[in-house]
């Protein structure tokens, strides 16, 4: 168990010196955008939130596909907070997740504050809330207790946990254990299932039932219900890797080695079944622990599989966050691998056609993310595979190789990139208005402009979310839908806060993987004078270049009368030195002879400023900016929450 570093200290310090003289659009763009989501967060709270934090909502809990609706509403509220949000953001945000929490266990879903049992395709969506609660404030007791004790649910002698077999043992799992069967949900599959059409069929080897209108006959519905209650809800399911989260996040308050060694050797399972399998990350392993075991020996065919409903979209997903998390357990660039290869085996097999010309199970994403230039020959990977081979060809999702490239920073997944630019037939550079369910999906401009070929991106990027919190507003203005009987998507659809464009610009990192990833940020923030993570008010942080050895960030401070003090850190977790740091410095002529009509000419020159720890102090004068090339040496700390 290692010693938890005390929080942002002061360390070396540096004062700007360079006269702002016009403000940077993107600065003003970026001060209004943190404006606008604190009166947004606000006016979603008072329309949808009773007095206790829950959300108003009086319908049937059998309508429901799971707790993780209620909470995705508020998933980037902490994360705002984190980045510099209101003061109160972070009572609000844990003031919901309580209400929530207490309307949930009412309603039947939770067990000790925990999901009694569901996929971890949709517990990791509901999970974003918990985990970015635990990072914005690790002194809180209540959260580090829930922390540890939600882990616990998955350690070795654990309900859900087979420590012979090393598996997850059911699909559905939680606090009540292992939930064999897929609970109320299909008891019947049956063509009524609109929603669900465009996936096909979940079982595909079901005598007399070999396509979608075949269900139509209420006994083929009731077989494939009963044969999916049987095969999909038993045994460990490749999404179940996104519960190693769980155990880093509880990790990452004081080292303890229980949730490192678990999340490592569930992790490790599952590459040793992919290395058995050519390579292939397979989706299902029945209770003995074989592959394919509920499947007829296919390594595809699980819930939340290869095969149905969403293939690469959520086992890669699962993937790429288990990579994620083994890398911050290890440091190891070779633990990305199993995130890594899904990639690869999918990108083998691209075909070059038109989004318009492509049948795809989810055409309304990519039609709206590629806009008119949706018709266009592009890159297209297969996302689910069956008996007949790979299908259902879509663009490539780019969170998923980001994210491994933005761990690494290594020339690898930096080609990976390279390749995936060069066969698209869109634009890279566009920033097209758009907001998807992950708040993602603008990472293709943005690495043009952090490789010098997309300027504008910024103000572009900016101007997009401020338009779409706009938006947002307008919805909530104009919904007067009942209450007691709205879908339980609703209150996502409309929650008016945005972090996408911030977390790039302000701190060089990528949205976070939707499904259950942590946050490991690529510099964060603290208030020197107010003890809280952020940005100070009126401060405004870019961030233009990421490379393996270091971060060159602009801060300009646009008040007029307060002098800012900034806590600048290499990674969230602490994890990163700053070995030195190149800093711009003006010159004394600045504001010049009150008798002149024009301002001086505002000269810059730079010094070296040795660091050599993970924090640097910037104090921040009224009308000044400082740019910072750091200079670090990645991981060498261990990562940890950082108390403030």
Same mark, same amino acid.
């Given at each position: 168990?290692?010693?938890?570093?005390?929080?942002?200290?002061?360390?070396?310090?540096?004062?700007?010196?360079?006269?702002?003289?016009?403000?940077?659009?993107?600065?003003?763009? &970026?001060?209004?955008?943190?404006?606008?989501?604190?009166?947004?967060?606000?006016?979603?709270?008072?329309?949808?939130?009773?007095?206790?934090?829950?959300?108003?909502?009086?319908?049937?809990?059998?309508?429901?596909?799971?707790? @993780? @609706?209620?909470?995705?509403?508020?998933?980037?509220?902490?994360?705002?907070?984190?980045?510099?949000?209101?003061?109160?953001?972070?009572?609000?945000?844990?003031?919901?997740?309580?209400?929530?929490? +207490? *309307?949930?266990?009412?309603?039947?879903?939770?067990?000790?504050?925990?999901?009694?049992?569901?996929?971890?395709?949709?517990?990791?969506?509901?999970?974003?809330?918990?985990?970015?609660?635990?990072?914005?404030?690790?002194?809180?007791?209540?959260?580090?207790?829930?922390?540890?004790?939600?882990?616990?649910?998955?350690?070795?002698?654990?309900?859900?946990?087979?420590?012979?077999?090393?598996?997850?043992?059911?699909?559905?799992?939680?606090?009540?254990?292992?939930?064999?069967?897929? *609970?109320?949900?299909?008891?019947?599959?049956?063509?009524?299932?609109?929603?669900?059409?465009?996936?096909?069929?979940?079982?595909?080897?079901?005598?007399?039932?070999?396509?979608?209108?075949?269900?139509?006959?209420?006994?083929?519905?009731?077989?494939?219900?009963? +044969?999916?209650?049987?095969?999909?809800?038993?045994?460990?399911?490749?999404?179940?890797?996104?519960?190693?989260?769980?155990?880093?996040?509880?990790?990452?308050?004081?080292?303890?080695?229980?949730?490192?060694?678990?999340?490592?050797?569930?992790?490790?399972?599952?590459?040793?079944?992919?290395?058995?399998?050519?390579?292939?990350?397979?989706?299902?392993?029945?209770?003995?622990?074989?592959?394919?075991?509920?499947?007829?020996?296919?390594?595809?065919?699980?819930?939340?599989?290869?095969?149905?409903?969403?293939?690469?979209?959520?086992?890669?997903?699962?993937?790429?966050?288990?990579?994620?998390?083994?890398?911050?357990?290890?440091?190891?660039?070779?633990?990305?691998?199993?995130?890594? @290869?899904?990639? &690869?085996?999918?990108?083998?097999?691209?075909?070059?056609?038109?989004?318009?010309?492509? &049948?795809?199970?989810?055409?309304?994403?990519?039609?709206?993310?590629?806009?008119?230039?949706?018709?266009? =020959?592009?890159?297209?990977?297969?996302?689910?595979?069956?008996?007949?081979?790979?299908?259902?060809?879509?663009?490539?999702?780019?969170?998923?190789?980001?994210?491994?490239?933005?761990?690494?920073?290594?020339?690898?997944?930096?080609?990976?990139?390279?390749?995936?630019?060069?066969?698209?037939?869109?634009?890279?550079?566009?920033?097209? =208005?758009?907001?998807?369910?992950?708040?993602?999906?603008?990472?293709?401009?943005?690495?043009?402009?952090?490789?010098?070929?997309?300027?504008?991106?910024?103000?572009?990027?900016?101007?997009?979310?401020?338009?779409?919190?706009?938006?947002?507003?307008?919805?909530?203005?104009?919904?007067?839908?009942?209450?007691?009987?709205?879908?339980?998507?609703?209150?996502?659809?409309?929650?008016?806060?945005?972090?996408?464009?911030?977390?790039?610009?302000?701190?060089?990192?990528?949205?976070?993987?939707?499904?259950?990833?942590?946050?490991?940020?690529?510099?964060?923030?603290?208030?020197?004078?107010?003890?809280?993570?952020?940005?100070?008010?009126?401060?405004?942080?870019?961030?233009?270049?990421?490379?393996?050895?270091?971060?060159?960030?602009?801060?300009?401070?646009?008040?007029?009368?307060?002098?800012?003090?900034?806590?600048? *850190?290499?990674?969230?977790?602490?994890?990163?030195?700053?070995?030195?740091?190149?800093?711009?410095?003006?010159?004394?002529?600045?504001?010049?002879?009150?008798?002149?009509?024009?301002?001086?000419?505002?000269?810059?020159?730079?010094?070296?400023?040795?660091?050599?720890?993970?924090?640097?102090?910037?104090?921040?004068?009224?009308?000044?900016?400082?740019?910072?090339?750091?200079?670090?040496?990645?991981?060498?700390?261990?990562?940890?929450?950082?108390?403030?």
């Amino acid at each position: 168990m290692r010693t938890v570093s005390p929080g942002p200290a002061n360390g070396p310090s540096v004062t700007a010196t360079v006269p702002l003289g016009v403000p940077p659009v993107w600065a003003v763009l &970026e001060r209004r955008l943190f404006d606008a989501l604190d009166e947004a967060w606000r006016a979603f709270a008072a329309r949808y939130c009773g007095p206790d934090g829950r959300l108003v909502y009086h319908g049937p809990a059998a309508d429901r596909d799971g707790a @993780d @609706d209620f909470y995705e509403a508020f998933f980037n509220w902490p994360t705002l907070y984190q980045l510099g949000g209101a003061d109160d953001l972070l009572d609000a945000s844990k003031h919901h997740w309580e209400g929530v929490t +207490a *309307q949930l266990t009412e309603l039947g879903y939770l067990v000790d504050e925990f999901e009694r049992g569901y996929d971890w395709f949709h517990q990791g969506e509901s999970l974003l809330l918990f985990y970015g609660i635990c990072a914005a404030d690790p002194r809180d007791e209540r959260f580090r207790e829930r922390a540890r004790r939600f882990a616990d649910l998955y350690l070795p002698g654990s309900a859900n946990y087979d420590a012979e077999h090393d598996i997850i043992r059911a699909p559905h799992n939680g606090a009540g254990g292992p939930r064999y069967g897929l *609970q109320w949900e299909w008891a019947s599959y049956h063509t009524d299932l609109i929603s669900m059409r465009p996936y096909g069929l979940p079982l595909r080897d079901l005598p007399g039932i070999a396509e979608w209108a075949d269900l139509g006959d209420p006994s083929n519905a009731a077989r494939m219900g009963a +044969a999916m209650n049987e095969r999909l809800g038993r045994g460990d399911v490749a999404v179940n890797l996104a519960a190693t989260s769980l155990a880093v996040n509880a990790w990452l308050y004081d080292g303890d080695d229980r949730y490192r060694d678990w999340a490592l050797r569930y992790i490790g399972a599952w590459e040793r079944r992919a290395a058995a399998n050519g390579g292939i990350l397979p989706d299902n392993v029945g209770l003995s622990g074989e592959v394919g075991e509920l499947h007829g020996g296919r390594w595809y065919g699980g819930t939340y599989g290869w095969q149905w409903p969403h293939g690469l979209y959520s086992v890669g997903a699962a993937a790429a966050i288990a990579a994620v998390n083994a890398h911050l357990l290890t440091g190891d660039e070779a633990a990305l691998a199993i995130g890594r @290869d899904p990639l &690869e085996i999918v990108y083998d097999q691209a075909v070059q056609a038109g989004v318009t010309e492509t &049948e795809m199970s989810t055409s309304d994403r990519w039609l709206a993310e590629l806009g008119d230039e949706a018709g266009k =020959p592009t890159m297209l990977v297969p996302n689910r595979h069956d008996d007949g081979g790979w299908f259902d060809f879509q663009p490539p999702q780019l969170g998923l190789p980001v994210w491994l490239w933005y761990t690494s920073l290594g020339r690898q997944d930096a080609d990976r990139l390279d390749r995936l630019r060069a066969a698209s037939g869109y634009d890279w550079a566009t920033v097209r =208005p758009f907001r998807n369910k992950e708040e993602a999906g603008h990472e293709a401009p943005w690495l043009e402009f952090l490789r010098g070929a997309n300027p504008g991106f910024p103000e572009a990027m900016l101007s997009t979310a401020l338009g779409q919190v706009q938006r947002r507003m307008a919805l909530i203005d104009a919904d007067h839908e009942d209450l007691s009987a709205i879908h339980v998507h609703h209150w996502q659809r409309l929650n008016p806060v945005l972090t996408e464009a911030l977390l790039q610009l302000v701190t060089g990192t990528p949205q976070v993987l939707y499904n259950g990833g942590l946050l490991p940020t690529r510099l964060a923030y603290f208030d020197a004078d107010r003890h809280r993570p952020g940005l100070p008010r009126d401060v405004a942080a870019l961030v233009d270049s990421v490379r393996p050895d270091g971060t060159r960030v602009e801060l300009v401070n646009l008040g007029l009368t307060h002098t800012r003090r900034v806590v600048l *850190q290499a990674g969230a977790f602490g994890e990163h030195r700053i070995d030195r740091a190149v800093v711009t410095r003006g010159d004394e002529d600045y504001p010049g002879d009150p008798r002149a009509y024009t301002t001086p000419p505002i000269t810059e020159s730079e010094r070296e400023v040795t660091v050599d720890g993970p924090r640097l102090v910037v104090e921040l004068p009224p009308g000044r900016r400082i740019r910072l090339d750091l200079h670090t040496t990645a991981r060498v700390r261990t990562p940890s929450h950082q108390y403030h």
